[in-house]
């Protein structure tokens, strides 16, 4: 039986994975920063909290890196651990990029430093490429950060790559675009729109403000997304790739898309809020995701359309 050690289990894609490797016959240990405060809702609502072991550990303190890989010795893991919002990162961005930058570097270390097969996969971020100014980003696409975040997950990008190059380790880097599910906090804006349209349709308040809505982003469903973190790790050789599903939408189509699912009049509930812009926006993301197709054999099911469908129908059950 393979063991995994998922850095940042609590979250959206800790809790997909989590299953995923599960269904797999994986043995899964997982960290939190505080494992004993944290509910590990999204654990509980996929019904497997009682499957996985959980344990805390800091990522930028390499003496806890360092000691939970070694008493627990993992073949595979997979750092999802970090400040991941986009917006939070302008309000904290010290804590964003050594949660990220920092954190990834202890794990590299503590690799190398124990010399132990240890396959790593790095949860990297479309948000590197910055705006892509109408064209599908792949992997030979430069990077152009426009938030601490993305500076953030920039930085552990070459870490990665210069680990594996310079000590050969296997490490892999998914540079993933947005991927949505039920599992995503509010403060993810298309959770936002999904969890409030079904507020507006119940009548439990009437209206949404929405940031700038002409963004448009290549949205998928998480759990796929998390799939193609676990092929990466079973390749003969560690290398980086794109996931996406290869179409891109504005936020307006998202949005519109959502009400129109719950038979509403999108121009009668949504307005712009000017306080929710960033200060520096990406307009365009679209990814190429032609390689991980090509090498992985891995290929998204559901665009944005299905996503929104998908959301609706969990969140219709809460
Ligand atoms: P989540 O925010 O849901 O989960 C990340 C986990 O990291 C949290 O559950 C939390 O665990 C831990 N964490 C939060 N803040 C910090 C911090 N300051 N320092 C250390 N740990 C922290 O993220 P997702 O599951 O959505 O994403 C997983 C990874 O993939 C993240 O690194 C994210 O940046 C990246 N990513 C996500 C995309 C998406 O669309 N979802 C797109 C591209 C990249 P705890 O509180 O238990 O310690």
Redesign the pocket.
């Known amino acids: 039986m393979k063991k995994a050690l998922i850095c ?1 289990i ?5 809790a997909y994975l989590s299953r995923l490797l599960l269904e797999k016959g994986y043995e899964v240990v997982g960290t ?2 505080d494992a004993q405060m ?1 509910e590990f809702s999204n654990l509980q609502a996929l019904g497997i909290g009682d499957r996985v072991e959980v344990c805390s550990m800091v ?1 930028t303190d390499f003496r806890s890196v360092l000691q939970t890989l070694t008493h627990h010795a993992p073949e595979e893991v997979y750092n ?5 919002s986009v917006g939070l990162s302008f309000l904290q961005p010290v ?1 964003t990029l050594e ?1 990220i930058a920092q ?1 990834t570097l202890n794990l590299l270390e503590v690799i190398r430093f124990t010399d132990k097969p240890i396959r790593l996969y790095n ?4 948000e590197c490429f910055g705006d892509t100014n109408g064209a599908a980003a792949n992997e030979e696409t430069s990077f152009r950060p426009r938030s601490p975040y993305a500076t953030a997950k920039a930085a552990a990008y070459w870490e990665v790559a210069n680990y594996r190059e310079a000590y050969g380790l296997y490490a892999c880097t998914g540079i ?5 599910s039920p599992l995503r906090p509010r403060r993810f804006v298309t959770r936002k729109i999904i969890a409030t349209a079904w507020e507006i349709r119940r009548g439990c308040c009437d209206n949404l403000k929405l940031g700038n809505m002409k963004i448009q982003r290549d949205w998928g469903w ?1 759990p796929e997304y998390t799939e193609a973190m676990w092929r990466m790790l079973q390749q003969e050789r560690a290398d980086d790739y794109v996931i996406a599903t290869g179409e891109s939408n504005s936020l307006e189509a998202f949005c519109r898309e959502a009400f129109s699912q719950l038979g509403l009049d999108m121009d009668a509930h949504v307005v712009t809020d000017p306080a929710l812009y960033r200060p520096s926006e990406i307009m365009f993301g679209q990814g190429n995701p032609t390689k991980a197709f090509r090498v992985l054999g891995w290929q998204a099911r559901t665009t944005m359309a299905g996503v929104v469908t998908k959301m609706l129908e969990v969140e219709k059950e809460k």
Do not use: K, V
């Open positions: 940042g609590s979250g959206q894609d800790g939190s920063r944290s990522l999802l651990a970090g400040q991941s804590e949660s954190g949860a990297g971020s479309s993933l675009f947005n991927h949505e998480a």
